[in-house]
């Protein structure tokens, strides 16, 4: 079964068909008894009318239509309506043809936002051929009322179903090209999000997408009661990198930073590109001795890379700070506990992680030594 949003657009057109059939259904009964049509086609017109539609609901309620690019039936159903159409005007008399001619142009409306131009071209070809061959074979049947002017009535409906056919193609091409146009557009907000909330050195979360995201943990954390560790990176001697080796080799440790960040962390865990060389590190349902192993994993990590050819003593270090996040404690507060354990860190030799812990009336440093 298909979803409540794809299924309900067909199943809308489905009912009203539904009820425009119901009402053609009670007019040729009507009509039937005041000899506006032959009773040789109401009896089994009118069950088709009322059964028809009911059949392209089921197709489509139950998923049946799925797997078919048109999953609404709407071309199945324009010429099953064609066919119940022309059988009916085949049978009217001379004084009811003209009623029945004005409901194939709206067929054509009701499929004029789904159609391609195509399915236009195929279902005027149909009716057309579809009217002159009943026209034939109704000069052969003695028994059914002769009616009057019955080929320039043809003629005349093939130009209005040309016309209508014709007008569908323009609303057709004007609805593709709005759809283009709105896909164009989605995609171009996309890239303004992406621009917008990511690092374009790094392609890490940018600040702004990280306090967004501490917002988002803090009210999951508050709903679900879950632990969550926030921990700020610094790299070591970063200007030091910058000012031997210059600009792009500062950027090369921190692309690789980056790129072993991606690579050690879980996929809930998020590092973002905090500021200039220092980072903020989101890591949900952890504890503060999970959250250092994590750091010191990317700690290994690093001591392996190649950061800048020719340059083998270079290697990526850095200082980090651990805090917890209480859920009755502030985003800035748990950032700024993170932020003096990792001054701690950086007094105490840098290369190393601190713990910053929460106590009664002030912040107390936990130390954690390189490698633990």
């Not at 503060?288 to 290697?315: C, F, I, K, W």
């Not at 270090?317 to 507060?333: K, R």
Request: a neutral charge; hydrophobic letters at 45%; aromatic letters at 6%.
């Amino acid at each position: 079964m298909g979803t409540a949003s794809e299924l309900h657009r067909p199943l809308q057109l489905v009912l009203l068909s539904h009820l425009l059939y119901g009402l053609n259904a009670a007019c040729l009964a009507v009509g039937a008894h005041l000899n506006l049509f032959h009773e040789r086609f109401t009896h089994w017109l009118i069950p088709a009318m009322l059964i028809g539609p009911l059949v392209f609901f089921v197709l489509i309620r139950t998923g049946c239509s799925r797997h078919l690019h048109d999953r609404g039936l709407v071309l199945v159903q324009a010429l099953y309506g064609v066919t119940l159409t022309v059988l009916a005007y085949t049978g009217a008399t001379t004084e009811s043809r003209a009623m029945v001619l004005v409901i194939l142009p709206l067929i054509m409306m009701f499929g004029q936002f789904n159609f391609r131009p195509l399915h236009f071209a195929v279902i005027t070809a149909y009716t057309l051929q579809l009217m002159v061959v009943c026209t034939l074979w109704r000069d052969t049947q003695p028994e059914l009322p002769p009616t009057h002017g019955q080929w320039l009535q043809v003629v005349y409906a093939g130009g209005i179903l040309m016309a209508a056919a014709w007008l569908g193609q323009i609303v057709s091409s004007l609805r593709a090209k709005l759809f283009a146009s709105r896909k164009e557009l989605a995609q171009a907000m996309e890239r303004l999000q992406a621009l917008a909330t990511t690092d374009e050195l790094t392609r890490l979360p940018n600040r702004r997408r990280m306090q967004d995201l501490l917002q988002e943990e803090a009210r999951r954390q508050k709903r679900l009661g879950h632990q969550v560790c926030l921990a700020l990176i610094d790299l070591d001697h970063f200007k030091r990198i910058n000012d031997q080796h210059g600009h792009p080799a500062g950027d090369q440790v921190l692309q690789t930073f980056a790129r072993a960040a991606r690579q050690v962390f879980r996929e809930v865990d998020t590092i973002g590109r905090w500021g200039g060389e220092e980072f903020l590190l989101v890591l949900p349902d952890s504890e503060t001795h999970e959250a250092v192993h994590a750091l010191e994993r990317l700690r290994l990590q690093l001591a392996g890379m190649d950061v800048l050819p020719g340059v083998a003593n270079l290697r990526i270090t850095f200082s980090a700070g651990v805090a917890a996040h209480p859920a009755q404690h502030t985003v800035e507060h748990t950032i700024d506990l993170a932020d003096r354990a990792l001054y701690a860190a950086k007094s105490a030799g840098r290369n190393q992680t601190q713990i910053g812990e929460n106590s009664v009336g002030e912040t107390q440093m936990g130390s954690t030594p390189r490698g633990a």
